[in-house]
């Protein structure tokens, strides 16, 4: 079926940014001039520009007009198992942001809940079962750069000094110290990865616009058994995934 007007303009000009043919900063031509480009009503140029302006690609400025939206430095996320596996006690997240001249850190909330049937299943757990969920937001010197919320059963972790994730001992060190610290190994790290819109939720502890992509890195912990998932929301325009994956 032919695309509303709308949608084949709001292509072209999305086709633009990402060629670089309107770089962040430029501004947008007026309704009135991409109506007649394109040969339709103000209307239909209007509802162009109000989808990539949901979308985070453009962005209006009162009294000026229509402006590509300067993104945030892209920044690489480091995918390595290795590199999480070598017994380290602080967090991975930490230890990427230093190795990029940041300060890591993240606030963090935990309560007990009852796992979904998507959570029960990836942690191999009987759906209603006792989790704790712990939902983050992991900043960059002190700006909000991805969220996550994780689930681990309590049928491990209750009445041990890793029952909080962000409490006691070992707070602040990575899930695989954290076990290690139980007598649980961790041997295995398993990732889904998908891409979807943003929620109305994570745009605001993001700061991202309604309409932003982000994508979803569905990521499980296991060795005997799965001791913990997590759903991890990035942005895809605050970081690239770069993946290191030993070759035996």
Do not use: C
């Not at 007007?5 to 991409?34: N, Q, T």
């Not at 995918?79 to 963090?108: H, I, K, N, V």
């Amino acid at each position: 079926m032919r695309q509303p007007a709308y949608l084949r303009i709001a292509d072209d000009l999305r086709r633009r940014i990402v060629e670089g043919r309107l770089a962040p900063g430029d501004k947008v031509p007026s309704r009135h001039e991409l109506a007649r480009e394109y040969e339709v009503s103000d209307r239909v140029a209007v509802e162009a520009v109000r989808l990539l302006v949901a979308e985070g690609y453009l962005e209006s400025r009162s009294g000026s007009g229509t402006y590509v939206r300067r993104r945030p430095q892209l920044r690489r996320l480091a995918r390595s198992w290795y590199r999480e596996s070598r017994g380290r006690s602080s967090s991975p997240f930490r230890a990427d942001m230093e190795s990029q001249g940041l300060t890591g850190t993240w606030r963090s909330s935990s309560e007990t809940t009852s796992a979904s049937p998507a959570v029960a299943e990836r942690l191999d757990i009987p759906e209603g079962a006792e989790v704790m969920r712990t939902r983050y937001t992991f900043l960059a010197d002190d700006q909000p750069v991805m969220a996550s919320t994780s689930w681990e059963p309590m049928e491990l972790t209750r009445g041990t000094p890793v029952m909080l994730p962000e409490e006691g001992p070992h707070a602040g060190a990575g899930v695989v110290a954290r076990m290690r610290a139980i007598g649980l190994e961790v041997s295995l790290a398993t990732e889904v990865i998908t891409a979807r819109s943003i929620l109305a939720e994570e745009a605001d502890i993001l700061n991202e616009p309604l309409g932003s992509i982000v994508m979803v890195i569905q990521r499980t912990y296991s060795g005997d058994r799965p001791v913990e998932t997590a759903d991890i929301v990035v942005p895809v325009d605050r970081y690239e995934l770069a993946y290191t994956i030993p070759v035996d």
